[in-house]
């Protein structure tokens, strides 16, 4: 009876195996390094981020022509990565001996850092390998919850490896023929206006620059006194400046790459009609914006891009750094009071969006 069972039934009791090359390994630690000052769990964040750089590894081999996108931002708990409209978690674990998945509740009950689908991935650190063990759409894992006590340990919730589809093939075909939507639980009415206090929110941190001249000026955003000093130890001379209004935030870069920060400068000045005959000439403000390094480095990481982004999304101009420049800036431009634009500092999948309104 042994001999019944088909190539194609004896294929679903074989994980999919991802090989970890030195790379992933330097990375990892690289990343672990720098969340050990925020949690004391260094090997579940190690474990993490190989799940994470495995299963990007996967999607990339198999949907080549689409763009993966990669989020470390919560990886104490776990990575993301996103496809499209189709966001994926990636539960890392050591070993499945009991045949036990525990999912944090965070990556449940916040609206924020759910997902669509939840991977299970065992990481082998000593065999350099990362098994694809399963996966459980999110809205298969709210009926679950609903109709079943699921039991919770140590802020996890525990499931039975059996609940999860053990084909993670299955991951492409939704991707590729089935609407995000369709694995999205319901939205609670608290959720809805969750996401209505978090879009105001955004849309109150733009900054009015025009609210500069007359001392009003938002949270985070420091005169160059302020900043600079031996304790910041920010890596920029004001020297070649007229005495105009400036102010600088300080942008922090994140743990992909090990927490460097670098300053934002912004110096803005009146910049009057130059034929007062014209009454409809309206005054403008004339904007210069900078990018520094900070925290004792000289130079800025090489390939950071600094962009102006129009009100519409158009990039309208774009810098990168080189292996040794000392800052970058955009060309001055100005415009009348009340437009608006955004200025982005992005860094591999690192990307920053300051609003802005004259």
Known sequence: MANSISKQDFRLFLPETVWLEPEHFIKANQISSAVIRKTNDYWQVYLNTLALLAFEVWLQERLPDKLIAKDTNSIETAGNLKVGEFKFCAIATEHLLSEIVNIPLSLIENPFDSAHFYVLLEVLEEEEEVLI???LPYNQLIE???NTE?????GCYQLPLSLFDMEPNHLLVYQRYVQASEFAAPVAENQVNLSENLSNSIRSTTTKLSQWFQGVVNQGWQTID??????LNLAFSTR????????AKIIDLGINLANRKVALLI????HKPTDSKDESSEEKIHVVAQLYPMGGEKYLPQNIKLLLISKAGKTLQEVTSRI??????LKPFKGESGKKFSIQISL???IVNESFEL
């Open 240 to 247: 070649n400046f007229v005495e105009d209004t400036k102010r």
């Open 226 to 231: 302020s900043i600079y000093n031996p304790e």
């Open 348 to 350: 591999e999948d690192m």
């Open 133 to 135: 063990r399963g996966f």
């Open 144 to 146: 679950i919850k609903s």
């Open 267 to 270: 110096n803005i000045s009146p």
């Open 324 to 329: 040794q420049d000392n800052y970058i800036q």
């Open 150 to 154: 699921l039991p919770i340990s140590e």
